[in-house]
Structure formats: structure tokens, C-alpha cells
């Protein structure tokens, strides 16, 4: 599903405009990247949680020429996702 078909869906099931979900869903993903980069943790009841994680840096290897390539270390996002979450998903 693509972002326009997700605001499409959200706004047609809440009865808002989707220029309204489309900002909320927008100022959502800024409030937590800002949140993530300050390495704290975002839990949102229903859904799950999303968190920071350090890598390490690792050697990587080109495919093309199969020259190794270091691969710097860096931060990823999570997301675990709550037991109800996954039960709806699973069944």
C-alpha cells in the first residue's frame, strides 16, 4: 500500500479530510525521527515500539567486483510490534 492509499483509507475510516491526515502523518514521522535521533524510545499503545540501535562497522563486499568495503557504523530503526498487533496480523 502506498502512502497515498494509506491517507486515502485513514481519512475515509475517521471522517477527516486527507489533507489533515496527510499533515498529521507527516508532523508524525518528523516528531519521531527527532525523537529517535535524541536516542530515546517511542511506544504507542495498540502498535508497538520503535528505538534507535547501533550497528557496528563491518566489511561489506562489492558484487560486481568482489573488492571488500568497509561499512561504516550507524544507527537503525526498530519496531517491535505488540502482542495484539501481531495476534490481528496472525490470524
Known sequence: MKR?????????????KASLVQKILREFVKVLADVLKTGDKVSIS?????????TK?????????????????????????TDGLRKVINS
Open 4 to 16: 497515498e492509499d494509506f491517507v486515502n483509507r485513514v481519512a475515509q475510516a475517521s471522517g477527516v
Open 46 to 54: 495498540g502498535l508497538g515500539m520503535f528505538c534507535a540501535k547501533n
Open 57 to 81: 562497522s563491518k566489511n561489506g563486499r562489492n558484487p560486481k567486483t568482489g573488492e571488500i568495503v568497509p561499512i561504516p557504523a550507524r544507527k537503525k530503526v526498530s519496531f517491535r510490534p
